[in-house]
């Protein structure tokens, strides 16, 4: 979403830090394409004046005019600010201290609530709670469904009746349902509705007045930009929201909402969703994405991620295989599995500081990693374990099998060829670049 506005401000920031001295005037300049490129971004008028008036007033000090790398330290204070803007800390949910804690969500219709909750409640599930939805979108055909169908996939209950009925009544039986059974978390899925539908507004107070829930979240398409913060605005001051849910952040947009949002309502952002599948959901860290932005990379939410998905054991033993040299297919296999589980292939590499400029312009497709698990699944064991014995049989077997082509079977097989020679040499201090790698992703 912010690829656009960290191309931009990196380029900025780079003649700055080829500078050996920076005048008053060197910073006005680059603050007047900092304020544009942030104008472009979509971001909020009076937030991007008053973001970078801080900026200059803070980088026209006589501490960095005189030190000995003033643009590293004009990037550190806009790096300061930028996190200030999106709300300096990250913010968590709030537990009622008598259980159930109530969570409501809403939004306008489309951005993405339906599936929000189901991923909130794995969330809470995963730690240990135990979370009930509750469909209370009765309008909208096919809702209750839908939320049904999601709790199902994440073993989830789902209190949900019928269209037509009304969302408060259903409100009050399901938190009664919730109680009886021990449930601790409750997530309110409400209709979406616009702003000015009075008659729909005036239904969301009912429901407050009814749950008493501990949170009220916005739930906003990040794609809509500063509507989504004009929405917002006009959301929290009918049921004074705790937060928003930034949703669609994996889309093209400019990514305005997220730096505009916080300053303009004064709620934190406490989640943003990276993508549609169900596990695609991330706490959102002000300072994380800030670095993100200044294409800084994110190397905690990058091993936060690890850690999730890779098996301690399987790390200890790949690690003894890469230390003798064992390096099979069945490795890189289990390797490609582990790294699709931390989602998709382009939201990692964009974690990885400076690889967000080397990838510029290549295509990451996910569906090119299917590929190559299909090739690696239709070899023998011996052939994975040991890949000189591949010749042309039964290479067109493997493509055949795998419902490829023995160019592509050729491919991979450089491919690892290539990452082994690569694994080698770190292994010997050596060292080696990215670029070395020829992966057609």
Do not use: W
Request: glycine letters at 10%; aromatic letters at 4%; a positive charge.
């Amino acid at each position: 979403m912010f690829e656009s506005l960290s191309e931009k401000l990196g380029g900025i920031f780079k003649k700055l830090r080829g500078r050996g001295f920076l005048k008053e005037e060197d910073i006005a300049a680059a603050m007047k394409e900092v304020r544009i490129a942030l104008l472009e971004a979509d971001v909020n008028f009076k937030v991007v004046k008053d973001f970078t008036e801080k900026v200059k007033e803070r980088a026209a000090g006589k501490a960095v005019l005189e030190s000995i790398t003033p643009g590293q330290q004009v990037v550190k204070i806009v790096y300061d600010e930028l996190c200030s803007l999106m709300g300096g800390s990250h913010s968590k949910i709030h537990l009622a201290p008598n259980p159930p804690t109530v969570i409501m969500l809403a939004g306008l219709h489309g951005s993405g609530k339906t599936t929000t909750c189901a991923k909130l409640a794995k969330g809470f599930k995963k730690d240990g709670r135990r979370p009930m939805l509750v469909a209370m979108d009765t309008a909208r055909p096919a809702a209750i469904e839908q939320l049904i169908s999601l709790g199902s996939q994440i073993n989830v209950p789902v209190y949900g009746t019928k269209a037509g009925d009304d969302p408060v009544e259903v409100c009050s039986d399901a938190l009664k349902k919730a109680d009886s059974e021990g449930m601790d978390i409750v997530i309110l899925d409400t209709a979406g509705r616009m702003h000015v539908d009075e008659d729909l507004m005036k239904e969301l107070e009912n429901i407050k007045a009814e749950a008493k829930p501990k949170e009220i979240l916005f739930v906003a398409d990040a794609m809509t930009g500063q509507d989504a913060v004009n929405i917002a605005t006009a959301f929290n001051s009918r049921l004074d929201i705790n937060g928003v849910i930034l949703t669609k952040m994996d889309g093209d947009a400019r990514g305005g909402a997220a730096l505009s949002i916080v300053s303009v309502t004064g709620k934190p952002i406490k989640f943003i969703g990276t993508g549609e599948k169900i596990d695609l959901l991330e706490p959102f860290h002000p300072e994380r994405m800030a670095s993100r932005i200044l294409g800084m990379g994110d190397v905690v939410s990058l091993v936060e991620k690890a850690q999730e998905a890779v098996d301690l054991q399987d790390a200890l033993t790949f690690q003894k295989k890469f230390r003798e040299d064992r390096f099979s297919f069945e490795d890189l296999k289990t390797q490609i599995k582990q790294l699709r589980k931390m989602g998709p292939l382009e939201n990692i590499l964009g974690m990885i500081p400076g690889l967000g400029k080397q990838l510029k312009g290549v295509a990451v497709d996910d569906r090119q990693v299917v590929k190559i698990e299909a090739i690696i699944n239709s070899m023998t064991r011996q052939e994975r374990e040991n890949y000189a014995i591949i010749n042309g049989s039964r290479k067109k077997r493997i493509a055949s099998g795998s419902g490829t082509t023995v160019t592509d079977v050729n491919r991979l097989l450089k491919q690892y060829l290539e990452m082994k020679k690569m694994l080698k040499m770190f292994k010997n201090g050596k060292g080696f670049g990215l670029g070395k790698l020829n992966f057609k992703f």
